[in-house]
């Protein structure tokens, strides 16, 4: 049963930094793309940031020189730091993965409970 775990929210003033992490299992192969996705109150979940199991990321426009994605492949864990918050920011953060087959195809998309982020002005 594949499991994600995130970790790392909470409160922050604008211009502070808050590091998310996501530790996910239950795959035995790992893990092919995994990323964070965010839903601000009211608004649809959106894509904030994503990594290939080879390093290539992608960003949102909005976080671009801000956040930086990570992951280590070993832990199964993918990483967020988010720098220089801004009070749009806040939303609830889910941690999304791609599990990998033995032939390095991807077997299902899962999602973790979701960390709250709010960072005020």
């Known amino acids: 049963q594949v499991q994600l775990v995130e970790s790392g929210g909470g409160l922050a003033q604008a211009g502070e930094s808050l590091r998310l992490s996501c530790a996910a299992s239950g795959s035995f192969f790992g893990f092919n793309d995994m990323g964070w996705y965010r839903q601000p109150p009211g608004k649809q979940r959106e894509l904030v940031a994503g990594?290939?199991?080879?390093?290539?990321?992608n960003y949102a426009d909005s976080v671009k020189g801000r956040f930086t994605i990570s992951r280590d492949n070993a832990k199964n864990t993918v990483y967020l730091q988010m720098n220089s918050l801004k009070p749009e920011d806040t939303a609830v953060y889910y941690c999304n993965a791609q599990g990998r087959s033995a032939f390095g195809l991807n077997i299902g998309d899962y999602w973790g409970q979701g960390t709250q982020v709010t960072v005020s002005s």
């Open positions: 990594i290939t199991r080879g390093g290539s990321t």
